[in-house]
């Protein structure tokens, strides 16, 4: 392992470690979290998952050149139906690129795909349950307003599969997807807002998105 790639994996433990710092408050009405509701997975889960698979969609294995596009570090936790943190969930999340190409055979064959993108990543939670990436702000593409899909596994199986957009994206409301969340706080509760890092010098951005699962893992 060279020095950059040891620097950049202990920046991303580094975060964590910071984020779980913070999340660290009680849910003290857990009773009343609104469970994350499903979306479709879509076509373009990918068909051939990348050799790197880590939570640093922004770098792909030892490259130097990064992903073109808005880079976003994005956290949150992962919840069970008592508003309890999970742990060892393993969470997915995958997304287009900058250009609005996926990592799929039925996608990128068709178009130029950003090769610095890796368009697919993995975390596993810990005790508090929470995850990290570092990615890109998602873009939109024909048809499409900007997503990120998440898959949640717990203990190897599929618990949860969604979809999080940016909260007030003027092309929300003319998603199909989107829109077939009839209810206004089931909308709300896939809303996330993208707001410029403090203290960022090249206009990082922060999102977090808590995904509250409708069963309790032993429940999968």
């Known amino acids: 392992m060279n020095a950059w790639s ?6 991303l433990a580094q975060f964590v470690v910071g984020a779980s710092a913070v999340s660290l408050a009680p849910w003290a009405f857990a009773e009343e979290l609104m469970r994350t509701p499903p979306q479709t997975e879509g076509p373009f889960y ?12 922004i770098i792909v294995n030892s490259n130097i050149s990064p992903a073109v596009g808005e ?32 990592l799929h055979t039925a996608d990128s ?22 995850y990290y990436f570092r990615t890109i702000k998602p873009v939109p593409y024909p048809g499409r307003t900007p997503h990120i899909h998440y898959k949640i596994k717990c203990d190897g199986k599929d ?14 409301e003319k998603d199909g997807v989107f829109r077939g969340l009839r209810d206004a706080a089931a909308k ?19 999102a977090t998105w808590d995904v509250v699962l409708g069963v309790t893992p032993h429940q999968a």
């Open 6 to 11: 040891h620097s950049r994996r202990r920046f």
């Open 46 to 57: 990918p068909d051939k998952l990348p050799l790197d698979t880590d939570n640093d969609l």
């Open 71 to 102: 880079i976003t570090h994005l956290s949150g936790r992962i919840l069970d139906a008592r508003g309890e943190p999970v742990r060892n969930a393993a969470v997915e999340i995958w997304q287009c690129d900058g250009t609005g190409v996926y």
């Open 109 to 130: 064959s068709k178009k130029k795909r950003d090769t610095n993108f890796q368009g697919f990543g993995r975390f596993v939670t810990g005790p508090t349950g929470d």
């Open 159 to 172: 618990v949860l599969t969604t979809q999080c957009y940016i909260k007030g994206h003027p092309q929300n």
């Open 188 to 206: 709300a509760c896939v809303s996330v807002d993208f707001t410029p890092m403090k203290g960022s010098r090249i206009g990082e951005l922060a």
